[in-house]
């Protein structure tokens, strides 16, 4: 990165030096623009780490202190650009939250594919998305409507990524499938909902309720833990 020449601070060095900040060099031939250069990587990789676990608000402060701590990284364009990326996400995040508050689904999912495009590995959007489906799913399956119900457990498996909403999903598939199959031939089986836990049974209402509470949930242990 381009920059003014830093006048040599002994103190300044020092201080990168108790932090743990170039190691990597024999102390002799240390520079400070080393120093505030190592230093300028290790906060931007701690920042980036948070980032694509999609914790935006832990992300966001670790960006700016880049730009107060680190000397001549102070209009960083990467930075800037990453605080910017991370007010954006935050945003669309909380907009999508209040569409499920007020029973608008739809506009809540792109939104948080609006979150997906700045952030496709964000680990948190994507499970609201599967927790969302899954509970469109859930709704339909109650209501015998398997064709429907298959489509939008098809959509929660896009963004699953562990292998217990993997397996739960393909199960909830498979049962639609079966389901479909036998309304073609005769009344349809209902062996009810498998799930980790065991078989459900609750109202369309009380399935939307719950979809949305443990979205909201999630959203505010994270703002807790920010």
């Not at 108790?18 to 300028?40: F, H, M, N, R, S």
Request: with cysteine.
């Amino acid at each position: 990165m381009s920059k003014q020449l830093l006048l040599f601070s002994p103190l300044l060095l020092a201080a990168f030096l108790a932090a743990g900040t170039c190691q990597a060099a024999p102390k002799a031939v240390i520079t400070l623009d080393q120093c505030v250069d190592d230093e300028y990587e290790r906060l931007k990789k701690l920042g980036d780490s948070l980032f694509v676990r999609g914790e935006y608000e832990k992300a966001r402060r670790q960006y700016e202190s880049i730009l107060v701590v680190v000397p001549g990284y102070e209009r960083d364009p990467y930075t800037i650009s990453r605080i910017d990326s991370s007010r954006k996400a935050i945003t669309l995040r909380q907009q999508a939250s209040d569409a499920l508050t007020q029973n608008k689904g739809l506009e809540a999912m792109q939104l948080y594919q609006q979150v997906l495009r700045i952030n496709p590995k964000d680990p948190i959007t994507k499970g609201f998305i599967m927790d969302y489906w899954s509970g469109e799913g859930d709704k339909l399956y109650s209501q015998k409507k398997f064709v429907e119900a298959k489509g939008r457990y098809e959509e929660a498996l896009k963004h699953a990524q562990q292998q217990k909403d993997v397996s739960r999903l393909q199960i909830q598939i498979q049962n639609c499938i079966e389901n479909i199959d036998g309304e073609r031939i005769g009344p349809p089986k209902l062996t009810g909902l498998k799930i980790a836990v065991g078989v459900v049974a609750v109202g369309a209402a009380a399935l939307a309720v719950l979809t949305r509470s443990r979205i909201q949930g999630k959203l505010d242990d994270l703002n807790a833990l920010s």
